[in-house]
């Protein structure tokens, strides 16, 4: 008796759950769109065509610390270790350059958030800061491990645009040179194969657990992420389309 309770709230649950994540957004408020998941699983390339798409800014904080530390900043000389290690960066240095990002006049319609917030504190910060000020839109990027590891063995990024390409599935039609502006390609240095271990242990130890945090307010959107970049894209715009129809240009 008390199983068959369980699972009947259990059911009323998980379907007031999910119409939360279906809910509309206001077109008067500002809408975030967070992209989670772990490395690898195409959060900066689905973001790339999203901003294009929404005409909204793509806020990386992993390309923000790579800026800093190509430019030599504190923050750069700070962030350097843990990247090289693929530790995370510690929680009030992510605050300081994200909240200084999101307060540029071109986030005042929105933004998509890629690779923040990564743990518990971020995700309440930023809940916090923003509470009844934003829509939220989070979509759960899932792909598996063994897709991970062979996507990023390969992966290539424009050191001018930040195009990112894909040895094996998405070359260059030029080898090393970026296809739209002719940019040199690099390999991101915490690409090599034991870095790749610990970005993913670190992922499932701080940044998995998210899953649960936003699934229990009913605001995640699980998205198959195995597929080729296009039909995630198109899976991921027809949730926008969806959710945030203000949105989507005419
Ligand atoms: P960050 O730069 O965010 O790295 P990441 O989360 O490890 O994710 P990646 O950029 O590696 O992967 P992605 O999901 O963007 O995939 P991509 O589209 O490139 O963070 C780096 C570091 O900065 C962290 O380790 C940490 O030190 C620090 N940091 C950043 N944010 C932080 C925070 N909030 N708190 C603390 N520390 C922080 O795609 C990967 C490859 O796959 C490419 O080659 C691409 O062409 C290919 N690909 C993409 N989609 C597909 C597809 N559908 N099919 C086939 N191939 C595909
Ligand atoms: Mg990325």
Known sequence: MLTKIFSILLGLFMITSQAKAENKTSPDKPTVIILLGAPGSGKGTQSLELSKILGLPHISTGDLFRENIKLDTDLGKQAKGYLEKGALVPDEL??????????????????????????????????????????????????SDAEIIRRLSGRLICKKCGRIYQKDTNPPKVAGVCDFCGGELYQRSDDKPEVVKERLRVYYEQTKPLEDFYKQQGMLIDIDAEGAPDTVEKSLEAKVKDLAPQLIKK
């Open 94 to 143: 992510v605050f300081d350059i994200l909240f200084d990002r999101i307060s540029k006049s071109d986030c005042a319609k929105g933004y998509i958030l890629d690779g923040f917030p990564r743990t518990s504190a971020q995700a309440h910060e930023l809940e916090d800061t923003l509470r009844n000020k934003a829509n939220f839109i989070i979509f759960n990027l899932k792909v």
